[in-house]
């Protein structure tokens, strides 16, 4: 099974900054690979799917990148809005699918 | 629009069984597979298998394998997950996602289910 560690595991950061989320898998997933995010008492929101290519509807100053094992979720131009839960997960080793434990974003 | 509605909030006895559906809409149901995954409180979600909405083959996670079944009737378009033998460990809050029978990820999810596993 692969295990997916982010960091950290709180950010905060203030409005109009960048924020930069962290994701490494125990092992290669390849580009297959993808964040959510999730506010209290929601479902999941994929933003991001094949490491880098955002999903439909999602801003563009969310963006991804990596491959194998490191991956990095930045969100630029914060809003009070962005605050949430986000988690990464991977589709390529599977069963059984993974997901981070997630790190929450604070905006300031 | 891509919709996935979920059964309601449950409330089980230890060792009793629960079935939670997913009625999908706004595309071709038998075109993707229907996941379901598990979020308990303060952990991380966890995959507990998908079934192929078109031909119903099914994958578990070996951790549910023995406990759970993922069915679907095609003419309600609605997917439906039973874990059975609960213990208080097993209440979480259980999502239907769509995705693919393969390396895919899950585009669009239920709103969750509260299972409660309570004597």
Redesign the interface.
Known sequence: EILMTQSPATLSVSPGERATLSCRASQSVSS?L?WYQQKPG?????LI??ASTR?TGIPARFSGSGSGTEFTLTISSLQSEDSALY?C?Q??N?????????TKLEIK | QVQLVQSGAEVKKPGASVKVSCKASGYTFSNYAIHWVRQAPGQRLEWMGWINAGDGNTRYSLRFQARVTITRDTSATTAYMELSSLTSEDTAVYYCARGGAGNYPNDYWGQGTLVTVSS
Do not use: D, E
């Open positions: 297959n993808a929601q479902a999941p929101r994929l799917y094949g999903a988690f997960h589709y390529n599977w069963p059984p699918y993974t997901f981070g434990q997630g």
